[in-house]
């Protein structure tokens, strides 16, 4: 089982429409969790830190469950300019910080 | 807010030839920086954890003799693709960790290698 897991993607939806993501992680002990976002041949870049009171940042808004272990991103109203990778990561502390990635989902908005 | 830059941004080269790529902190100090492989239509895999003053940390199935990495001064990390084969060719991106409990992590804008 990966390590951090993602809905398997690619999201083709109308601008306009509302969307989810989610991405479940198997160890219990981690800690910080955050959606970056990246576009093609570009490096990642933070979209969203995720709590477990969970939070909202004008049209996105991102959920913390540590019971069942997944994190989601939920999109509003997409727009054109919201086609991209969303990848999901998880923070682990022990010795020493372990930082793992998702495999990403691809988002596509058409017109 | 904090920048990472990276250098090169494009490096193309011949079969057996190494690559070096420089990751900076620019207005802040990195005493951890991470290296990340990427591969077309792939997500970010980590390679290594840079620790300034020490020797990196590899991860599993990254050859150490093969990609070089140092850590000479709070601000610059290098990775060194020693004799670099097509297989090599990817897009390298290093990142360093805010500060914080909720650490983020502000990423360099990524070095496509393309070895010929």
């Known amino acids: 089982r990966k390590e951090v897991e993602q809905d398997p993607g690619p999201f083709n939806v109308p601008e306009g429409a509302t969307v989810a993501f989610n991405c479940t992680y198997s160890n219990s002990a981690s800690q910080s969790f955050f959606w970056y976002r990246q576009d093609c041949r570009k490096e990642p870049k933070l ?25 989601s991103l939920l999109i509003r109203d997409s727009k054109l300019s919201d086609s991209a990778t969303y990848l999901c990561v998880v923070t682990e502390y022990s010795s020493a910080s372990k930082i793992i990635f998702g495999s990403g989902t691809r988002l596509s908005i058409r017109p | 807010g904090a920048v990472v830059s ?7 080269c011949k079969s ?14 990195a005493t951890t920086m991470f290296w990340y492989r990427q591969f077309p239509k ?75």
């Open chain 2, 6 to 12: 990276q250098h090169p941004s494009w490096v193309i």
């Open chain 2, 42 to 116: 792939q997500s970010l895999m980590l390679m290594a954890t840079s620790n300034e003053g020490s020797k990196a940390t590899y991860e599993q199935g990254v050859e150490k003799d093969k990609f070089l990495i140092n850590h000479a001064s709070l601000t610059l990390s290098t990775l060194t693709v020693t004799s670099a084969h097509p297989e090599d060719s990817s897009f390298y991106i290093c990142s360093a960790p805010g500060e914080g409990l909720q650490e983020t992590q502000y990423f360099g804008p990524g070095t496509r290698l393309l070895v010929l």
């Open chain 1, 47 to 71: 979209l969203m830190s995720v709590y477990s009171s969970g939070n909202e940042d004008g049209r996105f808004t991102a959920q913390l469950n540590r019971a069942s272990q997944y994190i």
């Open chain 2, 16 to 29: 057996g030839t190494s690559v070096k790529i420089e990751c900076r902190s620019l207005d802040f100090q």
